[in-house]
C-alpha cells in the first residue's frame, strides 16, 4: 500500500515573522493610512496604538492555541476542542477559506487596476495571469512560496524605511509638537480617533493566517507563538513610524483623498519616488493575496483529512510536496470572484466574518482554559481571551450597526 505524502516542516522561526509581517503590511496598509488620518487627523498614532492593542488581544490568543494544537485549519480544530461540535468546526473552516479567496480576489482586481494604469488591455487579462501566477508560486512549494513571499516582504518593509527616512524631518517636528497627540476629552474627537481604530484595524488582519502552515514549521509549539507576537510588534512600530512620519509632512487633506496615501508622501521628494513606492503598493498586494491562496489552500487540506468525499484534496504531490488539488481550487475560486461578483459586498462580508472568527477563537481559549488549565507550551492569563473577546465581539457588533446605515 502506498504510503500517504505527508506535508513537510521546512519554516524556521526568521521566515515565519517574514512570512506573518508580509500576510499583515500586504493586507491594506498601504492604501489605508490616508482613510484612517481623513478620520483621526493628528490622533492617527493614538488610534492606531489602541488598534493594536485590540488585534494584539486576539493575536495572543492564536499564539496559545496554536501552541496548543499545531494543526492545519487551525480555528476549525480549535472550535471543535472547544465545543466539540464537527458541524461547527467545519462552518468555521469555511469561513476561513471563504476570507481568504474574497481577500485574494479583491487584492487581484486592485492590483489588476493599478496595473491597467500602465497599460491599458482588458482587465480580465491581468486578472487571469495574476490568478495563474501565484497559483503556480503556491504549487511549487511552500519553502519557495515562502522565500517568494520573504522576497516581497523586504521589499514592502524597504518601502516603508524609505518613506519614514525620506521625511525623518517629521520626527523634529514631533518633538517640538508631542502635546498636540495628546487627545482631549471632546467628543468629536473620539469619535474621529473611534473611526481610526476601526478602519486600521484591518490593516492588522492576517497574523491569524499563520497558524494554517502550521504543520509545515520546524519546532512549531515555540516558533509559532514567538513568530505570531513578533510579526505583529514589528508591524506596529512600522505603522507607528510612518503615522507619525504622514501626519507631520503632509497636508491632511491632501493625504487622506489619495488613492496611494504612501507614495503622496514619497512624492516629495520627486516622482521618481512616488513611483517606487506606488510600485512596492503593488507587490504588498501581491504577496498579501499569495500568502491567503497559501493559507487557504492549508485550511482545504486540513478540513478535508477526515472526509472521504474530499479526500483529493489532502493528496500532497511527491516532488513539490504541498496539495496541489486544493491549491487549484482555491486559485478557480478566486478566478471566479475576481471575474463576476460584487466585490466590494464581500470584502464588506470578509470583515464581519473575520471578527465572527476571532470572536469564537477567544470564546474558544476561555473554554479551553478552564477546563484543562495550563499546558506545557506557550499560556498566557485567562483575561487575555476574556478581553479579547469582548473587544472583538464589541467592534462586530459597531461594525455590523455601521453597515446597516
Known sequence: MKQDIELKRVISLPFLIFYGVGTIVGGGFYALLGEVAGAAGLFTPVALM????????????????????????????????????????????????????VSTATLTVALSRFLGELLDISSIVYIVGLVIFMG??????????????????????????FIIAIASDSFIVLQENYESLIPSMNLDIWQGIFMGIFLIFYAFIGFEDMVNIAQEVRDVKRTLPLAIISSISITFVLYLLVSVVA???????????SKAPLAEIA?????LSYLVVWSIGILAGLNGALVQIVMASRVLYGISQKRKKMKIFTRVNAKTQTPIYATILIALIVLVLALQFDLVFLAKSTSTIILV???????????????????????VALWIPILGLISSSGILILHVINLSF
Open 50 to 101: 489602541l488598534a493594536t492593542l485590540i488585534a494584539l488581544f486576539s493575536a495572543l490568543s492564536y499564539a496559545e492555541l496554536s501552541s496548543r494544537y499545531p494543526v492545519s485549519a487551525g480555528e476549525a480544530y480549535y472550535v471543535k476542542e472547544a465545543f466539540s461540535n464537527s458541524s461547527l468546526s467545519l462552518l468555521v473552516g469555511w469561513l476561513v477559506i471563504f476570507t481568504g479567496v
Open 247 to 257: 501626519i507631520f509632512s503632509m497636508d491632511m487633506e491632501t493625504f487622506a483623498s
Open 136 to 161: 503556480l508560486i503556491a504549487i511549487w512549494g511552500i519553502k519557495e512560496s515562502v522565500w517568494f513571499a520573504t522576497i516581497l516582504t523586504i521589499i514592502e518593509v524597504g518601502g516603508l524605511f
Open 357 to 379: 472568527l476571532f470572536t469564537l477563537i477567544n470564546f474558544s481559549l476561555i473554554k479551553i482554559k478552564r477546563r484543562e488549565g495550563r499546558h506545557d507550551g506557550f499560556n
Open 267 to 271: 512624492k516629495q521628494n520627486g516622482h
